[in-house]
Nanobody
Framework: QVHLVESGGGLVQAGGSLRLSCVFS????????VGWFRQAPGKDREFVAA????????YYADSVKGRCTISRDDALNTVYLQMNSLKPADTAAYYC????????????????????WGRGTQVTVST
């Protein structure tokens, strides 16, 4: 069973940066694509970024393109989301998700279709 644990969230001023981490365990990490999603109060969970099993392909939501970078370290079984130039609109709970599918599928399928999820980490961006 896949187990995902997110960390790195916090309170930051607009324009600041955060790096989120997602530690993967339970299965062979290199067999999985991983994505980051977020959910603000009263809103649906939405895709943020994804990376395929090899790390060669990455995908981003238009709302974060140019401000966020997703990466993976297979030696540490960890996926990172570097977020720069943060805006109040980025305030949300951030979740990582993993599945044995293509990275493009993580980016485009409904979140409910993705097999494994972490419990999330809160990001709050103040004005």
């Amino acid at each position: 069973q896949v187990h995902l644990v997110e960390s790195g969230g916090g309170l930051v001023q607009a324009g600041g940066s955060l790096r989120l981490s997602c530690v993967f365990s339970g299965r062979t990490f290199s067999d999985y694509a991983v994505g980051w999603f977020r959910q603000a109060p009263g809103k649906d969970r939405e895709f943020v970024a994804a990376i395929n099993w090899s790390g060669e392909s990455t995908y981003y939501a238009d709302s974060v393109k140019g401000r966020c970078t997703i990466s993976r370290d297979d030696a540490l079984n960890t996926v990172y989301l570097q977020m720069n130039s943060l805006k109040p609109a980025d305030t949300a709970a951030y979740y990582c998700a993993a599945d044995q599918i293509e990275g493009y599928a993580v980016a485009t399928l409904p979140p409910i279709s993705i097999a494994s999820w972490g419990r999330g980490t809160q990001v709050t961006v103040s004005t």
